[in-house]
């Protein structure tokens, strides 16, 4: 059985506070807020989000069914009491592995950049991504591509792309989730800087789901396909990397797709 799993970037859990609350709750996945972080917790093995636990099916279809929206939720660091009607359940997470997601500045070579770049772009990604594409959108497009970094305004960007969009996470998030992520393994940290400050001056809202990833992504924090597929890029195989995009492009209707333009705008900017 596959055991429990914890992103990285949850340790210590309690750091983010001792009481949370049920805050969504999906097929085959919840979110608790602890504080003003969100914990995303799921049975999708394969899968685990920047600010994830994975959870049995056993276990999470007990917990699932037990819990409502806004259930208290109380947090040690390796456990989290669950309380409804019902009574308590107790998840222990004494024993879970901890899943390694942050991405280090600089670890993409440019040979290895090179190649997934040219991977991206065969897929004509721009013509699949969920933003209506329109002469505005193009405009800043180009400038994300733009090698002088004088000539990118993270605020204007910000401004522009979060929350643009429908769903759970909109496109135009996903867009900058994935291209402040490829940014940093590129070695831009000047970029990711300056996109820190502007997202936090931002007037711009979003959804509470979307901020978690951006704040993580900004924090060097990516899910589990992405961090997979960048992990020792130059050392994968054509065919090892066009199956880690895969798993990318199946992630929601387009998010996966929003997330590979993002890496392909900067992609086109650094390389």
């Given at each position: 059985m596959t055991?429990?799993?914890?992103?990285?970037?949850?340790?210590?859990?309690?750091?983010?506070?001792?009481?949370?609350?049920?805050?969504?709750?999906?097929?085959?996945?919840?979110?608790?807020?602890i504080g003003s972080q969100l914990v995303n917790i799921t049975n999708h093995s394969d899968y685990l989000s920047s600010f994830g636990i994975y959870l049995p099916n056993?276990?999470?279809?007990?917990?699932?069914t037990f819990i409502s929206e806004n259930s208290l939720v109380k947090i040690h660091a390796d456990q989290l009491h669950f309380y409804s009607y019902q009574g308590i359940i107790t998840v222990n997470l004494q024993a879970a592995v901890t899943s390694h997601l942050r991405v280090e500045s600089g670890t993409v070579t440019e040979t290895a950049a090179l190649m997934l770049k040219n991977?991206?772009?065969?897929l004509q990604l721009e013509n699949q991504i969920g933003l209506m594409i329109e002469a505005e959108t193009e405009t800043f497009f180009a400038q994300m591509k733009q090698a002088d970094e004088k000539e990118t305004n993270a605020t204007q960007l910000c401004e522009y792309f979060i929350g643009r969009g429908r769903g759970l996470t909109p496109s135009g998030d996903d867009i900058l989730v994935?291209?402040?992520?490829?940014l940093r393994v590129l070695g831009s940290e000047g970029a990711v800087i300056d996109f820190k400050t502007a997202l936090e001056l931002s007037t711009r809202t979003t959804t509470d789901?979307?901020?978690?990833?951006?704040?993580?992504?900004?924090?060097?924090?990516?899910?589990?396909?992405?961090?997979?597929?960048?992990?020792?890029?130059?050392?994968?195989?054509?065919?090892?990397?066009?199956?880690?995009?895969?798993?990318i492009m199946s992630i929601g209707h387009t998010s996966g797709k929003d997330m590979l333009f993002g890496m392909l705008l900067a992609l086109e900017k650094q390389v």
């Open positions: 055991k429990l799993k914890i992103s990285d970037y949850l340790n210590p859990l309690d750091r983010f506070g001792s009481v949370g609350r049920v805050h969504s709750i999906f097929e085959h996945s919840f979110n608790i807020k056993e276990l999470f279809s007990q917990v699932i991977q991206l772009e065969a994935a291209y402040l992520t490829m789901v979307s901020a978690a990833y951006l704040d993580a992504a900004l924090n060097g924090y990516v899910n589990s396909y992405v961090y997979d597929l960048l992990q020792n890029l130059e050392h994968q195989s054509v065919s090892q990397i066009e199956t880690q995009i895969k798993k």
